[in-house]
């Protein structure tokens, strides 16, 4: 499908605020409600967009992040992909060309429970190894501003507000009389619910564009290690337009993320840059040949 500039301003509307009304992204690309929802209900048939209410991991117990690069010998790797895909607390999992054969992000209660996850993958047919790196603080995520495990704090929900963020997850744009129906408020009570969890970034409600949609079709991994005088070399990478997310990380290295780009020479670029960073010791990048699974809104109670 070829996309016009209104399409390209709803998309950027929606990526915004997943909820605004029809009627508010009519008013901004000049067109009416009827119109504005012809267009964003065929992006969404196509696939262009998915508006999902990606809930805070703490919700549902996750303080414990890890980036696995999992190794493979004799065995089909998308089959391999597709196992750990079904894992419910593997919300990121992709094929590579690099010296591990996929990447995954895995995340637990605590530690223990990593040590546990890592081992379901170690013990997969087919993989000869795993190497591991813990998050010590997210820096950039264009999903979900995360921070560090030392940010995250107990919410304060009640059966009524979980209630409220299942039917979110199961359809994020649930007008807010259906949401009301469904957790037995009034409509006014419900909105308010609603607005206090975003305010407290319990959720975020949100578009998520497929790359490819708008023509980012090149997606590059890397991993910077640092030299002593390093400590502001994060927050510069971060603020790299092609940088999608970044985290500090206890490992073989210090810091881990994922570039996306229009083209292999901008990444490329960008990738050169971090390496002339005063404090940068060695820079190490893999390509993602097929993104296997990106899902950030799994259900609230965990297996």
């Known amino acids: 499908m070829q996309l016009d500039d209104v399409d390209l301003a709803l998309l950027e509307a929606l990526r915004a605020d997943g909820r ?8 901004l690309v000049g067109l ?3 119109a504005a929802r012809a267009r964003v209900q065929r992006m969404l048939e196509l696939g262009i967009v998915r508006v999902e209410a990606i809930v805070h991991p703490v919700v549902r117990g996750y303080t414990t992040f890890a980036h696995l690069s999992v190794h493979t010998d004799g065995a089909c790797v998308q089959t391999l992909a597709a196992r750990i895909a079904s894992f ?18 895995v995340r637990t209660g605590d530690l223990g429970e990593m040590e546990t996850a890592i081992a379901s993958v170690r013990d997969l047919d087919g993989v000869v190894g795993v190497d591991t790196l813990l998050y010590t603080d997210v820096v950039k995520d264009s999903h979900l501003p995360l921070g560090g495990p030392h940010a995250f704090e107990e919410f304060d929900l009640d ?17 807010y009389a259906d949401l009301a129906e469904g957790v037995g408020l009034s409509r006014a009570a419900t909105r308010a619910r609603m607005l206090r969890l975003l305010a407290d970034n319990v959720v975020v409600v949100k578009g998520l564009v497929s790359p490819t949609a708008v023509g980012i079709d ?3 991994g890397f991993q910077v290690q640092l030299e002593r005088r390093g400590d502001d070399v994060a927050e510069i990478v971060a603020k790299l337009e092609t940088v999608d997310f970044m985290a500090r990380t206890i490992g073989r290295c210090d810091l881990v993320g994922t570039m996306i780009s229009r083209s292999a020479a901008e990444i490329s670029g960008a990738l050169d840059g971090i390496r002339m960073l005063d ?20 259900p609230l109670t965990r297996a």
């Open 20 to 27: 605004v009304s029809y009627e508010g992204l009519g008013t």
């Open 32 to 34: 009416s409600r009827t």
């Open 88 to 105: 419910d607390n593997a919300p990121f999992v992709s094929v590579v060309a690099g010296r591990p054969s996929l990447i995954a992000e």
């Open 159 to 175: 059966a009524v507000d979980l209630k409220l963020l299942d039917l979110l997850r199961q359809d994020a744009r649930t007008p």
């Open 218 to 220: 090149q997606m590059c």
């Open 279 to 298: 404090g940068v010791r060695s820079v190490e990048a893999w390509w993602h040949l097929a993104l296997v699974k990106e899902r950030y809104s799994p």
